[in-house]
Structures are given as structure tokens and as C-alpha cells.
């Protein structure tokens, strides 16, 4: 079984750009998860994604926004990109609400200049 | 509010010994449960254990077994016979009651094995 892939896997962007970033979860899973990871804050939830519905949104602005598609991939997109943004974007793949086990991704590791 | 405190910012460990890394947490859900991750320098967080607030007996997997104290509040993780492919960060996460798989993590604690 297939794990958790994310793409792409490294990304330099520019002040003011956006940039999207795709997540597959495992093959029957239909809850997805991102997170950001930095340095500074450590490992921050942005959205829960279940079945195309937004379950959850962490305390990020406007500019971090997500969806989901019928097959349960996830894309997640930042818009007006600020040097702050620079991150590991991490997502999470579980089969349903509040299972037991969350897998994640190997992550997007972002760097803003 | 929900909050996980992992105390120990970096720890050491002989190879094959045993090493016990803490972590409380805070929530006032009745329903809860905590996970212990693994994330090596490549970045990926690998799943470990998971303890549900309502398990009356600990969690364990392998060489991993969790020590829950309910009334404490706290969730350690043992890690017997330690390897040096153990040497990574180590996260502790809960997710709380409800619909959701939202996970709140701790700080981590790095731990370093030694030959």
C-alpha cells in the first residue's frame, strides 16, 4: 500500500508569489491534514480537510487556503508569499474521524526569499 | 485549551539501554488521544504509538510502549534497547474529543544515541 505523497518536494519562491502544494493520501483515506512546520513555532495545524469539507482551520490568515477533490487529494495554497512562509508543509492521511493512527507525508520543505 | 509541554529539549542515550522521554498534556475534553512521533533529519514524521484516554492498558509497539497516567496527565515514551537509527526528533501530539483529527504537538525533545 502507497503512502502518504506530497509534491512537490522543494520550492523557492519570491516575495509576493503564491505557490501550491499536493498531497495524496493513502489509497481508501478520506481525511487530510497540513501543517506547518518552522523553526520558530514548531508544528502549527492549518486545515482538516474530510469527504471536500473543511472539518478544522488553525489560526492562519486568509493568504493559507485549501481544498479537497472527490478522490481525496489535497492542495493547499498560499498566496502573497512572505518570507515568514518559509516552512516544512507537512500532511497527515487518516481513514477517517479521530482514527487512531495519522500518517504523514515526507513533506514540502518551502523557502521564500 | 489544549496544550502538550515536553520538557526535555535534547537528551542522550547509550546504545541498548532504555530512555524514557515525558510529555504532559492539558486538555478538558473527556475524550482524548495522544501520539508519539518520530521525525528524522529527512523531515518525515513516522508514526509510533497512539494511547486513547479510555485504554485501560498501556500502549505498545515493539520496542515503544507508552506509560499513561491518566490522573497525572502524563504520556511518557519508553524506548527499550535504543539503536542508533533512534537518534531523531520526538514529538508528542494529541488530538481531542470530537470530530476532528487535528493533532496539537509539543516542542520535541532530540535525542541522540550513542555507540
Known amino acids: 500500500k502507497a503512502g502518504v505523497t506530497q509534491t512537490p518536494r522543494y520550492l523557492i519562491k519570491t516575495r509576493g508569489q503564491q505557490v501550491t502544494l499536493s498531497c495524496s493520501p493513502i489509497?481508501?483515506?478520506?481525511?487530510v491534514s497540513w501543517y506547518q512546520q518552522t523553526p520558530g513555532q514548531g508544528l502549527q495545524f492549518l486545515f482538516e480537510?474530510?469527504?471536500?469539507?473543511?472539518?478544522n482551520k488553525g489560526n492562519f490568515p486568509g493568504r493559507f487556503s485549501g481544498r479537497q477533490f472527490s478522490n481525496s487529494r489535497s492542495e493547499m495554497n498560499v498566496s502573497t508569499l512572505e518570507l515568514g512562509d518559509s516552512a516544512l508543509y507537512l500532511c497527515?492521511?487518516?481513514?477517517?474521524?479521530?482514527?487512531?493512527?495519522?500518517?504523514f507525508g515526507p513533506g514540502t520543505r518551502l523557502t521564500v526569499l | 485549551a489544549q496544550k502538550i509541554t515536553q520538557t526535555q529539549p535534547g537528551m542522550f542515550v547509550q546504545e541498548k539501554e532504555a530512555v524514557t522521554l515525558d510529555c504532559t498534556y492539558d486538555t478538558s475534553d473527556p475524550s482524548y488521544g495522544l501520539f508519539w512521533y518520530k521525525q528524522p533529519s529527512s523531515g518525515e514524521m513516522i508514526f509510533l504509538i497512539y494511547?486513547?484516554?479510555?485504554?485501560?492498558q498501556n500502549a505498545t509497539e515493539g520496542r515503544y510502549s507508552l506509560n499513561f497516567q491518566k490522573a497525572r496527565k502524563s504520556a511518557n515514551l519508553v524506548i527499550s534497547a535504543s539503536q542508533l537509527g533512534d537518534s531523531a526528533m520526538y514529538f508528542c501530539a494529541m488530538r481531542g474529543g470530537g470530530a476532528t483529527n487535528k493533532l496539537i504537538f509539543g516542542t520535541g525533545t532530540l535525542l541522540a544515541v550513542q555507540p
Open positions: 480537510y474530510f469527504s471536500e469539507t473543511q472539518r
Open positions: 497527515a492521511s487518516t481513514g477517517g474521524l479521530s482514527y487512531n493512527e495519522q500518517f
Open positions: 494511547q486513547g484516554s479510555y485504554d485501560q
Open positions: 489509497s481508501g483515506h478520506r481525511s
